[in-house]
């Protein structure tokens, strides 16, 4: 059956909103969920560099972010797509702490001739990249454990998302 002979049989509002709403051709609410991920962190990590309120650490530029990573980062503003992925990986599964960013950062970690294994990723980069989305009030403590979006984070991150659909769409036209 087609979708309006099933409005008629249901007689359910939610049908009729719908059938409506795809008549008035109005754009619906855009989310995270809603633009590709990578595109989404770049522009996250755009932002909030571009904001200049994210504290760096100092050491950021020595660092590796895992022990089974051989260098540090070559991109030198790896810490803002480290905190753009973060806040994203937030929306996505709240609550998170520490542990659950090592396990989703984590690889493996190749031991020459022996078997590899999976490693999780550093515990301070986790650590503070979370703190430094809470001094920007994008992210709050959770009485459960871990850390949650705020309302703010929520609504700011909904409209870098809207902004990027809307550039995909004009440029698909």
Request: a positive charge.
């Amino acid at each position: 059956r087609t979708l309006i002979s099933r409005a008629h049989t249901l007689r359910a509002p939610h049908a009729f909103r719908f059938l409506s709403f795809t008549s008035t051709g109005k754009m619906p609410s855009v989310g995270v969920k809603d633009v590709d991920q990578q595109a989404f962190v770049r522009a996250l990590s755009a932002f909030l560099k571009k904001s200049g309120k994210l504290k760096v650490p100092d050491w950021v530029d020595v660092v590796k972010t895992a022990i089974y990573k051989e260098l540090a980062p070559y991109d030198e503003d790896w810490f803002y797509t480290r905190c753009a992925s973060v806040a994203r990986h937030l929306y996505m599964r709240s609550p998170s702490g520490v542990k659950s960013m090592r396990k989703i950062y984590g690889g493996r970690y190749r031991r020459g001739v022996r078997p590899s294994h999976f490693c999780p990723a550093s515990a301070s980069v986790a650590r503070k990249a979370l703190q430094a989305l809470e001094q920007l009030k994008l992210v709050e403590q959770d009485p459960s454990g871990g850390r949650k979006l705020t309302s703010q984070g929520r609504k700011d991150l909904d409209r870098i998302a809207a902004q990027i659909k809307m550039k995909t769409s004009a440029s698909a036209k």
